[in-house]
Each structure stands twice: as structure tokens, then as C-alpha cells.
């Protein structure tokens, strides 16, 4: 059974930091490329980074880059997200997901084949 798993999210003040883990089960992430989307309450999802098989990394928005930065480790299967400089509006659902094309990043919902359940991110002091 294919499977993601996210974890790592949790309650944190602004300007602190978190690091996602989306690990995979069922089959190897080196065949996929992956990217991390969010959901806060009454918006719709929207991409956050994604990573292809060879390293290459495209991300969503200005906003979250230089501070948010997508890795892979082939030999753990999983692939992370680390955020720094957290802000208030960095709060929502996380979730990663898996795209059958490993080398191509896009950062539309719909392209992704397999989804994790997610984990929520919570930035409030």
C-alpha cells in the first residue's frame, strides 16, 4: 500500500522554526518528484515547494522563499521541509504529495497522484 506520511508540525511562536518529514511507505520517493502544498482554514490549498528526483526545487511564492527549504534523502525515503522565520500566516494544514513525473516541479494540486494526511502548523505567541 502507497502511503505518505507527514509529521513534525506542532504549535511554535513567530520567528521560530519547524522541520517537516514526509516519509514514504509502500514504494521508494526516487521515482517521484514531491512537493509540499498547505491549507489554512476557508483558503483554498496552495503549493508551497517541490523537489524532482535530480535536486532541482521550485517554490510557490516569494514569500516563503529564503525561508522555507525543501531536501530529500533517498537512503531515510523521505523528504523534508524546513521553516525558518515562522510567521502567523504561515498557519495551516501541511500536507506533502507525490507526482509521477520525477523530474518535472509543478505547484498545481490536481498534477499530484498521491497525498499525505497532514499536520498541522500552528505560529501564534
Known amino acids: 500500500q502507497l502511503q505518505l506520511v507527514e509529521s513534525g508540525g506542532g504549535l511554535v511562536q513567530p520567528g521560530g522554526s519547524l522541520r517537516l518529514s514526509c516519509a514514504a511507505s509502500?514504494?521508494?520517493?526516487?521515482?517521484?518528484?514531491i512537493g509540499w502544498f498547505r491549507q489554512a482554514p476557508g483558503k483554498e490549498r496552495e503549493g508551497v515547494s517541490c523537489?524532482?528526483?535530480?535536486?532541482?526545487?521550485?517554490n510557490a511564492a516569494d514569500s516563503m522563499e529564503g525561508r522555507f527549504t525543501i531536501s530529500r534523502d533517498g537512503a531515510k525515503n523521505t523528504v523534508y521541509l524546513q521553516m525558518n522565520n515562522l510567521k502567523p500566516e504561515d498557519t495551516a494544514v501541511y500536507y506533502c504529495?507525490?507526482?509521477?513525473?520525477?523530474?518535472?516541479?509543478?505547484?498545481?494540486?490536481?498534477?499530484?497522484?498521491?497525498w499525505g494526511q497532514g499536520t498541522q502548523v500552528t505560529v501564534s505567541s
Open positions: 523537489i524532482n528526483v535530480n535536486g532541482g526545487i521550485t
Open positions: 509502500g514504494f521508494t520517493l526516487d521515482y517521484f518528484a
Open positions: 504529495a507525490a507526482r509521477h513525473h520525477p523530474t518535472m516541479c509543478v505547484m498545481t494540486s490536481r498534477d499530484y497522484d498521491y
